[in-house]
Nanobody, 122 residues
Framework: QVQLAESGGGLVQAGDSLRLSCEAS????????MGWFRQAPGKEREFVAA???????YYTDSVKGRFSVDRDNNKNAVYLQMMTLKPEDTAVYYC????????????????WGQGTRVTVSS
């Protein structure tokens, strides 16, 4: 059974930075894309960023240039460095340990964690 431990969220001001962490257990994810989704209040969960097993990175347009995804396969972990945060980045961020691209968009084939809340005040 896959378990995810997410951390790093918090309340920050616009322009600040945060680093989210997620460690997965239960199986290895070294050969698949790991990353993050987020869900803002009243909105659907959306893809944020992913890093493939070969290191290629993918980002949603709204975070390009501000967010950076990284991973440590030895720890089965994925990270999200968020810089120049904006109020519109406020959301619950979910680790997604097995991300794939489908015709309907990015999807997580594995379990979801409990999420970590990020609140950005203006």
């Amino acid at each position: 059974q896959v378990q995810l431990a997410e951390s790093g969220g918090g309340l920050v001001q616009a322009g600040d930075s945060l680093r989210l962490s997620c460690e997965a257990s239960g199986r290895s994810f070294s050969d698949v894309a790991m990353g993050w989704f987020r869900q803002a209040p009243g909105k659907e969960r959306e893809f944020v960023a992913a890093m493939a097993g070969n290191g290629r990175q993918y980002y949603t347009d709204s975070v390009k240039g501000r967010f950076s995804v990284d991973r440590d396969n030895n720890k089965n972990a994925v990270y999200l460095q968020m810089m120049t945060l904006k109020p519109e980045d406020t959301a619950v961020y979910y680790c997604a340990p097995d991300i794939v691209w489908r015709t309907t968009g990015w999807a997580n084939r594995s379990s979801w964690g409990q999420g970590t809340r990020v609140t950005v005040s203006s």
